[in-house]
């Protein structure tokens, strides 16, 4: 008969499985932790799971043997956090086992040692076959499981009670079968939907740098025209002439603006990889300021950098200057005949405000409210794509965007984001 504690115990170790998966997408995985911290974190969640399905059983046999969902956070944490966690969270379960004392210890130690050796030659194939063959690997090991107490059971306890424990064993593999099967699956969907993101923003920023190039190109003229008359004319000058010095001046500094706004598109343009640190706010201002004028200029717009002192945020420096590149680009755009573009920090009880200010055509209502939707756009050739990309960034750094607006008058954009320097 099955009994309500029954239920209840297991529903319990389903939960709090499924509760910790939650847990881990929702404020570790999304988030700008590195990756230490991740796995910190993955191995105190699993930890947590594990300890509580142990003390929170499914059934006990009798007090030698436990049967509960112990193995779930075990495998998670080996396939996905790799070796090191794996071997970690094994040694806390034999700690833990042992000080419950009994039989099933042991067989306990030989089992879960089995299947981490198993697990850990297994991870390079794991994560790099497709998931329908990740799902078949976990059902593979989860016969593994099944077997394995039982051939431990046999040498170590012999044949006492075989037939009632390969029962329960048998019940416990398909209750475990279908939840482990379960949180793959939703792990790896969590996965791929993070991969989807990363490749949208991507592809989002390939764009923009096309946008960004024909005004860089053209910017990149100017300098180089008035460097090549300042060469023309110390050629024509006579060697001892004493203006001779300052054109070759002006003639580098021109070339020196030409190769700065050349390098600092560059570095936009390269494609990066992931990194977490902390970066100053105004630094990286003024870079962007730096990508964005000849967009300006083109659209005769003024761009006012007026904050200066030193603030540090974490994050990926590249992210944080693809969400103020998309920002100020609309905001350069909104002022068709030209205008000021006004960028400010301010810093109030640990929070960075980056104030962008354009005196443009402003939005109505029902447009602020659209803003960030994928391929909402009022221009022509729009995508509709860089404030959802700039909002989806925000978030991911922990931050917020603020927005006011009235028609004809201008905009406003306020982001926000946690101030990492006390
Ligand atoms: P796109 O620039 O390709 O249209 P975005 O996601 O960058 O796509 O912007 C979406 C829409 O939000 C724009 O089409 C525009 O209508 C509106 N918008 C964004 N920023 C501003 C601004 N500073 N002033 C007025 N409208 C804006
Ligand atoms: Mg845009």
């Known amino acids: 008969m099955i009994s309500l504690d029954f239920v209840l115990l297991l529903v319990f170790n389903i939960f709090i499985i ?122 593979l090991t989860s016969i593994l499981t099944c077997i394995l107490p039982i051939v431990y059971y046999f040498l170590i306890v012999g044949t006492k009670g075989y037939l009632d424990f390969m029962i329960i064993q ?78 070759f001046r002006h003639a580098l500094d021109e070339l020196d603006r030409a190769n700065s706004i050349i390098t600092n598109y560059l570095s936009y343009a390269k494609p990066s990889i992931e990194k977490t640190q902390l970066f100053d706010v105004n630094e990286q201002l003024k870079s962007i300021v730096d990508i964005i004028k000849p967009y300006a200029n083109l659209y005769s717009v003024v761009v006012l950098n007026k904050s200066e002192s030193k603030f540090d945020i974490k994050g990926d420096s590249d992210k944080f200057k693809q969400i103020f590149i998309n920002i100020i680009k609309n ?32 939005m109505t209502n029902e ?18 794509l860089g404030l959802m990309v700039a909002y989806s960034l925000v978030k991911v750094m922990n931050g917020t965007i603020r927005v006011e607006s009235q028609l004809n008058l201008g905009t406003t954009f306020i982001v926000s984001f946690p101030n990492n320097i006390n």
């Open 367 to 384: 447009q602020i409210r659209r803003l960030g939707q994928p391929y909402f756009s009022t221009k022509e050739k729009g995508t509709g």
């Open 18 to 139: 499924i509760f910790s998966l939650f847990i881990f997408q929702l404020f570790v995985y999304e988030t700008v932790f590195d990756r230490k911290r991740k796995s910190f974190i993955l191995l105190l969640l699993c930890t947590i799971v594990m300890l509580l399905c142990i003390i929170y059983p499914i059934k006990l046999y009798n007090e030698d043997f436990i049967f509960d969902l112990r193995q779930i956070p075990l495998i998670i944490a080996i396939l996905y956090g790799g070796r090191r966690i794996g071997v970690t969270l094994f040694v806390i379960l034999v700690i833990f086992r042992t000080y419950l004392g009994g039989l099933g210890a042991i067989v306990s130690f030989f089992e879960n040692g089995t299947l981490l050796l198993f697990l850990t030659y297994s991870i390079n194939y794991f994560r790099n076959v497709s998931i329908n063959k990740k799902l078949i690997f976990i059902s």
């Open 331 to 362: 905001s350069i755009e909104a002022m068709k005949t030209g205008g000021i573009l006004t960028i400010e920090t301010l810093v109030n009880d640990n929070i960075i405000n980056i104030i962008i200010k354009d005196i443009g055509q402003g």
């Open 170 to 247: 048998f019940y416990l593999f398909i209750l475990q079968s279908l939840i482990l099967l379960l949180s793959i699956y939703f792990i790896e969907v969590m996965i791929s939907n993070k991969k989807l993101r990363d490749k949208l923003v991507q592809s989002e920023k390939t764009e923009m740098i096309s946008h960004l190039a024909a005004s860089i190109s053209h910017e990149i003229r100017n300098p180089l025209t008035v460097a090549k008359g300042f060469v023309q004319l110390i050629k024509e000058l006579g060697s001892e002439d004493p203006d001779r010095e300052e054109y």
